[in-house]
C-alpha cells in the first residue's frame, strides 16, 4: 500500500522558536494533503487541508499565521509551527489522499514537545 | 457539519472472545463511506475495514466486519477471536462521497484484550 512518511518523529523545541514537520508521500502522489492535532487520548482535529501549488485551507480556530502550511510539490507538505508555546506540544499526523476518493493515508505522527 | 459519535470510551474483551464497538453518525447525504481506524500506542493510524453507503452488504476483513444499518445511521465494527494485538484506540469516521475532502472523526473507544 501508500507509504506516507513524516520527519520527524519527536522534536522538542524551546518556548519562541519554529519548528518544521515534513510529510512525504514515498511512492504515489498526493494533490492533497491534510494536517491533523491529536491530544493524548482524544480523537484527531483536522487543521488545515493543502492542496498542491496553492494556499492552505484551514479549519475554524486553527491560526493560520502559527501553523504554516506549504505544500509545493506532489510529495511533499511542510507544516511549521511558529513562535511555538508550551501549549503547542502535541503530536502532529498527517495524511495524504489517494487517487480514489476514499483512499487517506496517515504518517506515522510527529511529537512536538515545547519547554 | 457532520458527526460522528463513539459513545463507548472504553471497552474490555477477553482474549478469543468477541466484541463490538459501536458509532452512530449524522448526515443528511446519501452517498458516503464509513471507515473503522486503528491506532495502536505507535499512534500510526491503520485502516481496518471500509463500507460505502450504497452497498447494503456489511464489509468484512478477516476477523473484522461491520454491522451497517443505513437508516439507522449505525456503523458498529465487530471483532471476532480477539487477539491481543488488536489493543488499540479504535476510531470510526465519514467522509462524503459528494462533497469536500474532510474525513469526520470519532472521539475513539479504548479496547483493552484480557489475557
Same mark, same amino acid.
Given at each position: ?5 513524516? !520527519? +520527524? ?30 491530544? +493524548? ?29 506549504? !505544500? ?12 511555538? !508555546? ?21 504518517? +506515522? ?7 | ?85 488488536? #489493543?488499540?484506540?479504535?476510531?470510526? #469516521? ?22
Amino acid at each position: 500500500g501508500a507509504v506516507v512518511s513524516q !520527519h +520527524p518523529s519527536w522534536v522538542i523545541c524551546k518556548s519562541g522558536t519554529s519548528v518544521k514537520i515534513e510529510c512525504r508521500s514515498l511512492d504515489f502522489q498526493a494533490t492533497t494533503m491534510f494536517w491533523y492535532r491529536q491530544f +493524548p487520548k482524544q480523537s484527531l482535529m483536522l487543521m488545515a487541508t493543502s492542496n498542491e501549488g496553492s494556499k492552505a485551507t484551514y479549519e475554524q480556530g486553527v491560526e493560520k499565521d502559527k501553523f504554516l502550511i506549504n !505544500h509545493a510539490s506532489l510529495t511533499l507538505s511542510t507544516l511549521t509551527v511558529t513562535s511555538a !508555546h508550551p501549549e503547542d506540544s502535541s503530536f502532529y499526523i498527517c495524511s495524504a489522499r489517494g487517487l480514489l476518493v476514499y483512499e487517506q493515508y496517515f504518517g +506515522p505522527g510527529t511529537r512536538l514537545t515545547v519547554t | 457539519a457532520q458527526t460522528v459519535t463513539q459513545s463507548q470510551p472504553e471497552m474490555s474483551v477477553q482474549e478469543a472472545e468477541t466484541v463490538t464497538l459501536s458509532c452512530t453518525y449524522d448526515t443528511s447525504e446519501s452517498d458516503y463511506y464509513l471507515f473503522w481506524y486503528k491506532q495502536p500506542p505507535s499512534r500510526q493510524m491503520i485502516l481496518v475495514i471500509r463500507q460505502e453507503a450504497y452497498k447494503q452488504q456489511n464489509a468484512t476483513e478477516n476477523r473484522f466486519s461491520v454491522n451497517f444499518q443505513k437508516a439507522a445511521k449505525s456503523f458498529s465494527l465487530k471483532i471476532s477471536d480477539s487477539q491481543l494485538g488488536d #489493543a488499540a484506540m479504535y476510531f470510526c #469516521a465519514y467522509r462524503s462521497a459528494i462533497t469536500g475532502n474532510q474525513f469526520y472523526f470519532g472521539t475513539g473507544t479504548s479496547l483493552t484484550v484480557i489475557p
